[in-house]
């Protein structure tokens, strides 16, 4: 489907957040991602972070020399790129788990928005959410606000980065994860 660019948000030197409109909703599901493709139909994964009726949010990190991170960076609002999807890359059952944990940097971040979005919403999921939210430096962490806006009694949210934590090491994981037996089913179910 092509896709016209509604907005461009810059989020830090390196790392914009791009809105398109959609001619169709997507109705995607928790944990799946859209592919942007180009002329010679090469792909790339981009998991939205916000999604409506009308489009859809994508954020996306520039590389140097990076193939789509470039194209991304030249299209003016207006411009339209291509996508497919949305496809569905791990199954999310609400319920299956106590709590599931997420360790996430950067813009690493946008599947664990994404599935939040959608269990915290869901009044039947009981499950409760646990991130780890890294990165080298506070302005790096650029799904922070989307994380913040769905703190709720279900979600614990975790921020650390390394000019303030140091780097993560394994007395953080430890103290911060849950243990592995917290599971209510076997997975995968």
Same mark, same amino acid.
């Not at 972070?49 to 299209?75: C, H, M, N, W």
């Not at 813009?107 to 991130?131: C, H, I, M, W, Y």
């Not at 703190?151 to 953080?172: F, I, N, P, S, T």
């Given at each position: 489907?092509?896709?016209?660019?509604?907005? $461009?948000?810059?989020?830090?030197?390196?790392?914009?957040?791009?809105?398109?409109?959609?001619?169709?909703?997507?109705?995607?599901?928790?944990?799946?991602? $859209?592919?942007?493709?180009?002329?010679?139909?090469?792909?790339?994964?981009?998991?939205?972070?916000?999604?409506?009726?009308?489009?859809?949010?994508?954020?996306?990190?520039?590389? &140097?020399? %990076?193939?789509?991170?470039?194209?991304?960076? !030249?299209?003016?609002?207006?411009?339209?790129?291509?996508?497919?999807?949305?496809? &569905?890359?791990?199954?999310?059952?609400?319920?299956?788990?106590?709590?599931?944990?997420?360790?996430?940097?950067?813009? %690493?971040?946008?599947?664990?928005? !994404?599935?939040?979005?959608?269990?915290?919403?869901?009044?039947?999921?009981?499950?409760?959410? /646990?991130?780890?939210?890294?990165?080298?430096?506070?302005?790096? !962490?650029?799904?922070?606000?989307?994380?913040?806006?769905?703190?709720?009694?279900?979600?614990?949210?975790?921020?650390?980065?390394?000019?303030?934590? %140091?780097?993560?090491?394994?007395?953080?994981?430890? %103290?911060?994860?849950?243990?592995?037996?917290?599971? /209510?089913? &076997?997975?995968?179910?």
């Amino acid at each position: 489907m092509t896709c016209r660019l509604e907005s $461009v948000t810059e989020l830090t030197r390196d790392t914009a957040r791009y809105r398109f409109a959609t001619p169709r909703p997507l109705h995607s599901t928790p944990m799946a991602h $859209v592919l942007a493709v180009d002329d010679g139909n090469i792909l790339r994964p981009y998991t939205p972070v916000a999604e409506s009726a009308t489009g859809f949010e994508i954020v996306v990190r520039r590389y &140097p020399g %990076g193939y789509f991170s470039d194209k991304f960076a !030249q299209l003016k609002v207006g411009g339209a790129m291509v996508f497919k999807g949305p496809e &569905p890359t791990l199954p999310y059952a609400p319920n299956t788990f106590e709590c599931v944990a997420f360790v996430c940097g950067g813009t %690493g971040a946008a599947p664990a928005v !994404q599935l939040l979005r959608a269990a915290l919403a869901d009044a039947t999921d009981t499950t409760r959410f /646990k991130v780890l939210y890294l990165s080298r430096t506070a302005r790096d !962490q650029t799904l922070r606000r989307d994380l913040d806006a769905l703190k709720c009694d279900r979600l614990e949210l975790c921020y650390a980065c390394d000019d303030v934590d %140091g780097l993560v090491d394994a007395a953080m994981l430890k %103290g911060f994860l849950p243990a592995p037996a917290a599971t /209510k089913t &076997p997975w995968p179910p």
